[in-house]
């Protein structure tokens, strides 16, 4: 019998999903793997230790694995999709195995190749979709310092620059206060000192201070993930309008950190969506971003599987 796995391979953790291809047998996280932020041998030591921690778990050996997909943030480039391809193969060394972007998995997770829409919003953000005719595109996640609008990254990094504004214009704020009691710093010459160096600041780690900030019921921290919330939105509706001209019906699920923990960011991304285009579901995604790699990985199995029959028959036949 050969078993699936499925990865989603993100910059700060990687997820490791071992299924029989019925059940989910074991999980396994590890580090990140996302090549454009962290090395080939970090990526490496994270994949090797969250595949061999779910076949662990399973009490199952690396050659039991017939097929594996992994959706690995940046793996639309050809090069960063070869890399993490090597380094699967080298850990799984009977499986084929395929790699795409984390995009992919995350729309498989909820439509099982059918047609809908995903809006991503965690470290960085980005929607993606396809329609009945198979057609896809994207809008948004080009990156932190150019796009990634309502991400954690973008929420952090506005809540640090409007923060500075409010100061300037003696406007108080508990989010202010919030943000220099998580970075530990007292004035806001060390804020702006913090925020200036040569390597910048994870701003995305302040989402939960605003987050906090917003449930507290601070105005500066409700402005900042309305607006999180709206950016969010006109990325989905770029897709919308590209893959459903007029007034299609279509589905939009909402996944990622930013989206699961804000009510907030959930109801303004709704409410833009439907008031352009009332006819259009949105729903939060249901299942883990790994569910999409394994119903990937099951696909490349049975079409393994298919051919060895084709392949079997033929032989038969001379």
């Not at 990865?7 to 071992?18: E, Y």
């Not at 605003?210 to 999180?228: F, K, M, P, Q, R």
């Not at 923990?261 to 299942?287: W, Y």
Request: proline share 3%; charged share 20%; glycine share 12%.
């Amino acid at each position: 019998m050969s078993f699936v796995l499925g990865i989603d391979g993100g910059g700060s953790k990687s997820t490791a999903a071992l299924s029989d291809g019925v059940s989910i047998l074991s999980t396994c996280t590890a580090g990140g793997c996302n090549l454009n932020s962290v090395s080939f041998s970090e990526a490496q030591s994270a994949l090797a230790e969250a595949i061999h921690g779910a076949l662990s778990s399973a009490g199952l050996p690396c050659d039991a694995v017939g097929a594996a997909c992994a959706g690995v943030a940046g793996a639309a480039s050809p090069e960063v999709a070869a890399k993490i391809t090597e380094i699967i193969l080298g850990l799984l060394p009977r499986a084929a195995v395929r790699v795409v972007g984390d995009t992919v998995i995350a729309l498989d997770a909820d439509f099982r190749g059918g047609p809908g829409v995903v809006c991503i919003s965690g470290t960085g953000s980005i929607a993606f979709g396809r329609n009945e005719r198979g057609e896809v595109a994207r809008a948004g996640g080009w990156g932190r310092f150019v796009s990634d609008e309502g991400s954690g990254h973008w929420i952090g990094q506005r809540a640090v620059a409007q923060c500075l504004q409010a100061l300037d214009m003696g406007r108080s704020s508990s989010l202010i206060t919030g943000i220099m009691h998580h970075w530990k710093i007292a004035t806001r010459e060390q804020l702006v000192q913090r925020c200036n160096r040569d390597q910048a600041p994870n701003f995305a780690e302040l989402f939960p201070v605003v987050l906090a900030a917003d449930l507290a019921g601070d105005a500066l921290a409700c402005e900042i993930l309305t607006a999180a919330g709206t950016s969010l939105a006109r990325v989905a509706q770029i897709v919308l309008r590209r893959l459903w001209i007029g007034h299609a019906t279509a589905e939009v699920a909402m996944t990622g950190g930013v989206f699961v923990n804000s009510e907030r960011i959930r109801q303004v991304f709704s409410n833009v969506i439907r008031t352009e285009r009332p006819e259009v579901g949105v729903r939060i995604g249901e299942r883990e971003p790994y569910i999409g790699a394994l119903y990937l990985a099951k696909k490349a199995l049975e079409n393994v599987d298919s051919s060895v029959r084709e392949a079997a028959v033929i032989k038969n036949r001379y």
